[in-house]
C-alpha cells in the first residue's frame, strides 16, 4: 500500500524557515516523481514544486521561487521541503503528492502538515 | 485568481447527474492532459480521473471525464450523500511551465 507521511509543519514568524519532510513507503521511491501542493485554509489547491526521481530536474512555483528548494534522499524514501524567509501568505496545509501514471495527474497524497506563518 | 475556472458551487439531489465545468486555454487545458481531485471534508484530495478521461483503479464509472478544446467537464451520475466535497481540475501549463488547479467546485447533493 503507497503511503505518504508528512511531518516538520508548525508555527514560525516571518522570514523564518521550516523544513518539511514525506516520508514514502509501498513502493520504489526512486523512479517516482514527486511534488509538493498546498492548500492556504479555506482555499484551494496550489502546486509548488516538483522533483525528479533523479533529482535532476526541479521545478518552482512563481510564488515560492528563490525562498523553497525541494530535495530526496531515495535512500531514505524521503521528499523534503526548505523553507526560507517564510511569508504570511505561505501559511498553508502542505502535501506531498506523487506524480500519476497519466501525463498531467498526481496519484497518491499525504494527509498534509500545516504551517502557519505568524508573529 | 486560478488559471483555470470552476463554478464556485453545484448541487443536485440523490441519484441525479451533476456536471462541473473547468474551463481554460490554449497553453493549459487546450494543450495538456486534465486530471480531476475530490476533496472531502478535512481530508486530501484524491484523484477521480486522469489524461481527461480515465479512472484509476477503484474509481466507481459513476465518475467520468471529458475535454473539449480549451474545456473539461466532470461528470457524476447516481449522485449520493457521500459525494458532497469539492472537486478540482488540474492541468500543466506550458507557457507558465507550471502545473495549475481550478478553484474548486463545492458540490452539494441535497
Known amino acids: 500500500e503507497v503511503q505518504l507521511v508528512e511531518s516538520g509543519g508548525g508555527l514560525v514568524q516571518p522570514g523564518g524557515s521550516l523544513r518539511l519532510s514525506c516520508a514514502a513507503s509501498?513502493?520504489?521511491?526512486?523512479?517516482?516523481?514527486m511534488n509538493w501542493v498546498r492548500q492556504a485554509p479555506g482555499k484551494g489547491l496550489e502546486w509548488v514544486s516538483y522533483i525528479s526521481g533523479s533529482s535532476g530536474t526541479k521545478i518552482y512555483a512563481d510564488s515560492v521561487k528563490g525562498r523553497f528548494t525541494i530535495s530526496r534522499d531515495n535512500a531514505k524514501n524521503s521528499l523534503y521541503l526548505q523553507m526560507n524567509s517564510l511569508r504570511d501568505e505561505d501559511t498553508a496545509v502542505y502535501y506531498c503528492?506523487?506524480?500519476?501514471?497519466?501525463?498531467?495527474?498526481?496519484?497518491?497524497w499525504g494527509q498534509g502538515t500545516l504551517v502557519t506563518v505568524s508573529s | 485568481q486560478s488559471v483555470l475556472t470552476q463554478p464556485p458551487s453545484v448541487s443536485a439531489a440523490p441519484g441525479q447527474k451533476v456536471t462541473i465545468s473547468c474551463s481554460g486555454s490554449s497553453p493549459n487545458i487546450g494543450n495538456n492532459y486534465v486530471s480531476w481531485y475530490q476533496q472531502l471534508p478535512g481530508t486530501a484530495p484524491k484523484l477521480l480521473i486522469y489524461?481527461?478521461?480515465k479512472r484509476p483503479s477503484g474509481i466507481p464509472d459513476r465518475f467520468s471525464g471529458s475535454k473539449s478544446g480549451t474545456s473539461a467537464t466532470l461528470g457524476i451520475t447516481g449522485l449520493q450523500t457521500g459525494d458532497e466535497a469539492d472537486y478540482y481540475c488540474g492541468t500543466w501549463d506550458s507557457s507558465l511551465s507550471a502545473r495549475v488547479f481550478g478553484g474548486g467546485t463545492k458540490l452539494t447533493v441535497l
Open positions: 503528492a506523487r506524480d500519476g501514471v497519466g501525463a498531467t495527474d498526481f496519484d497518491y
Open positions: 489524461d481527461n478521461n
Open positions: 509501498g513502493f520504489t521511491f526512486s523512479t517516482q516523481d
